[in-house]
């Protein structure tokens, strides 16, 4: 967090741990989004959220997503739809993934520094931050020079 040289903040702190998951996708040029949440992730939740993305993008579009190098993105079971083609990025370089900027976004938002009463409560939070990006946000957020092809 951030403060003053010298100073001590004090931040809301909860030792249990349970997780909420986002499973995301943005078009940089439009905005245009779709998200899973969810408490685990895996290979079928990932299949599953490339589904809705083909399906959102409409059966004429052919999407090309760029994806890190989580064992979810990369298992041999990933069900991938034909409309979309999987871009990785190279290892250890979030400063090229998007999604990045947006997780970000969301932790500094709405996400950190919070207790959760149970994972309902985790959900819904998740959810309540993801609904307030709206497409101008998130075409802020996730535009890069190399994916725009911008000078």
């Not at 370089?93 to 900027?101: F, Y």
Request: include cysteine; charge should be positive.
């Amino acid at each position: 967090m951030w403060a003053e040289r010298g100073s001590c903040p004090r931040a809301v702190r909860q030792t249990e741990y349970k997780w909420g998951y986002i499973f995301g996708a943005v078009n940089p040029m439009t905005g245009q989004s779709s998200a899973l949440i969810s408490p685990t992730v895996n290979t079928d939740l990932m299949s599953t959220h490339l589904q809705m993305i083909a399906q959102e993008a409409g059966s004429d579009a052919h999407v090309v997503l760029v994806l890190d190098g989580a064992g979810w993105h990369k298992a041999k079971a990933l069900k991938v739809p034909e409309s979309m083609t999987l871009l990785f990025l190279p290892p250890y370089s979030p400063e090229l993934m998007p999604m990045e900027r947006v997780w970000q976004w969301m932790r500094q938002h709405d996400l950190s520094n919070r207790v959760f009463k149970n994972e309902t409560a985790i959900d819904q939070a998740c959810k309540a931050s993801w609904n307030k990006l709206t497409p101008e946000r998130l075409k802020t957020i996730t535009r890069t020079k190399w994916l725009t092809h911008e000078n």
